[in-house]
């Protein structure tokens, strides 16, 4: 039998996917940016990664996560970096501009749905937020909620984590801060990041 119809046929998957054959496997995520939105009501932000599942179109939040910063910090973060390859993504966050600047880093996996921090690891198939509180010396401790939102990163995502934490009243008097919307459209989404360049395209809170 020749090989010829088999690398006919690879080819013609490496063009319907572009460079990343993982991408045409089912069940996958495909990760293509990231955003957030500041807060008002403490030292917090909150995040989504996007992209698109299974061959959709509609780009969706994978993950969520509400980052609790330490008690008396500045709210937000200083910059990091979006790493992008294939199916895979990771977030790092840093709070300063100093050399020895904790970091954060939130790394996904399309082709296994699934987000680690540092050794642990989460499935994001049917529950996909997170509440991720940093303790003084910037060390994470990450909670997995029961919940699933796809929605971008904002009023609707906050509220259904505060749904889901009714007595913590740290998280209870977040809010969205909405004056630096960007439009009545997409008013959530203060920070936006592409996954094909390496900074973020809107205002850091």
Same mark, same amino acid.
């Given at each position: 039998?020749?090989?010829?119809?088999? =690398?006919? *046929? *690879?080819?013609?998957?490496?063009?319907?996917?572009?460079?990343? &054959?993982?991408?045409?496997?089912?069940?996958?995520? /495909?990760?293509?940016?990231?955003?957030?939105? $500041?807060?008002?009501?403490?030292?917090?932000?909150?995040? %989504?990664?996007?992209?698109?599942?299974?061959?959709?179109?509609?780009?969706? *939040?994978?993950?969520?996560?509400? /980052?609790?910063?330490?008690?008396?910090?500045?709210?937000?973060? %200083?910059?990091?970096?979006?790493?992008?390859?294939?199916?895979?993504?990771?977030?790092?966050? !840093?709070?300063?501009?100093?050399?020895? %600047?904790?970091?954060?880093?939130?790394?996904?996996?399309? $082709?296994?749905?699934?987000?680690?921090?540092?050794?642990?690891?989460?499935?994001?198939?049917?529950?996909?937020?997170? =509440?991720?509180?940093?303790?003084?010396?910037?060390?994470?401790? =990450?909670? $997995? &909620?029961?919940?699933?939102?796809?929605?971008?990163?904002?009023?609707?995502?906050?509220?259904?984590?505060?749904?889901?934490?009714?007595? @913590? @009243?740290? !998280?209870?008097?977040?809010?969205? @801060?909405?004056? %630096? *919307?960007?439009?009545? #459209?997409?008013?959530?989404? #203060?920070?936006?990041?592409?996954?094909?360049?390496?900074?973020?395209?809107?205002?850091?809170?």
């Amino acid at each position: 039998m020749s090989a010829r119809p088999v =690398v006919l *046929a *690879a080819a013609i998957a490496s063009v319907s996917c572009g460079l990343c &054959l993982e991408s045409c496997r089912g069940d996958t995520a /495909i990760p293509n940016g990231s955003g957030g939105a $500041a807060l008002t009501g403490g030292p917090a932000l909150l995040y %989504s990664m996007y992209g698109t599942e299974s061959g959709r179109s509609e780009r969706v *939040a994978l993950f969520n996560a509400l /980052i609790l910063q330490p008690e008396g910090s500045p709210s937000g973060h %200083s910059g990091g970096s979006y790493d992008w390859d294939c199916v895979r993504a990771t977030e790092t966050f !840093v709070w300063s501009q100093t050399a020895d %600047s904790p970091t954060l880093k939130l790394a996904y996996d399309g $082709a296994k749905r699934r987000l680690t921090v540092g050794e642990q690891e989460w499935t994001t198939s049917s529950a996909n937020t997170f =509440v991720i509180t940093l303790d003084k010396q910037w060390q994470p401790t =990450v909670r $997995a &909620l029961p919940i699933l939102v796809k929605t971008p990163a904002g009023t609707e995502t906050l509220r259904r984590i505060q749904e889901a934490l009714p007595g @913590e @009243e740290r !998280v209870k008097r977040l809010r969205v @801060e909405l004056a %630096s *919307a960007l439009s009545p #459209q997409n008013n959530e989404m #203060q920070l936006t990041r592409s996954a094909t360049v390496n900074r973020w395209c809107g205002p850091c809170s």
